[in-house]
């Protein structure tokens, strides 16, 4: 079984996924952490050294590396994995099991300004200009991920009821 978690940045895509791998007893991965491992650099120094579009033909690289492996595991995707290069197609050309954890613009905000230095995309915007920011780019990429086999509400909700709702999901 290949269960894929898509989502904007800070939505907890790696949180339910560690979580979901638990219970579950599958293996997790991460896919900017095995995309980091697999060029032996960091993302935001691929960003900068070879820039989005490289980044971006890597990922469906690793994306489709992955979904063609035989083994089960739960993938977290970047916030913008499902927007390029037909990568949500080919996720659902390998699994019906893709879930979209969809949070509030207001509820991301929140969630990423406590992170907010190590997200090379927004480490650089003023607290004040990420609402506008993010629902920019939700606009850009809610399409993609409305797309998605299973929408996932997010908001006001612990991860372990996320996970929860997710198992009930795949029975």
């Given at each position: 079984?290949?269960?894929v978690l898509i989502g904007y940045?800070?939505?907890?895509k790696t949180t339910i996924g560690k979580l979901l791998s638990k219970k579950l007893n599958i293996n997790f991965i991460d896919l900017d952490a095995y995309i980091e491992s697999k060029l032996n650099t960091s993302v935001s120094d691929i960003f900068k050294e070879r820039g989005e579009l490289y980044f971006r033909k890597m990922e469906h690289t690793y994306v489709q590396e992955l979904m063609e492996e035989k083994k089960s595991f739960i993938l977290s995707t970047g916030g913008g994995?499902?927007?390029?290069?037909?990568?949500?197609?080919?996720?659902?050309?390998?699994?019906k099991h893709d879930f979209y954890?969809?949070?509030?613009?207001?509820?991301?905000?929140?969630?990423l300004i406590i992170?907010?230095?190590?997200?090379?995309?927004?480490?650089?915007?003023?607290?004040?200009?990420?609402?506008?920011?993010?629902?920019?780019?939700?606009?850009e990429r809610n399409n993609f991920y409305m797309q998605a086999n299973t929408i996932t509400v997010c908001d006001d909700k612990?991860?372990?009821?996320?996970?929860?709702?997710?198992?009930?999901?795949?029975?």
């Open positions: 079984m290949k269960i940045m800070g939505s907890g994995t499902p927007c390029y290069a037909d990568n949500l197609g080919l996720i659902q050309t390998h699994t954890l969809k949070l509030t613009i207001p509820n991301l905000v929140k969630r992170g907010k230095e190590s997200r090379p995309l927004v480490q650089n915007i003023a607290e004040t200009d990420l609402p506008e920011f993010i629902g920019k780019h939700l606009f612990t991860p372990e009821e996320i996970v929860a709702e997710i198992m009930q999901q795949l029975k």
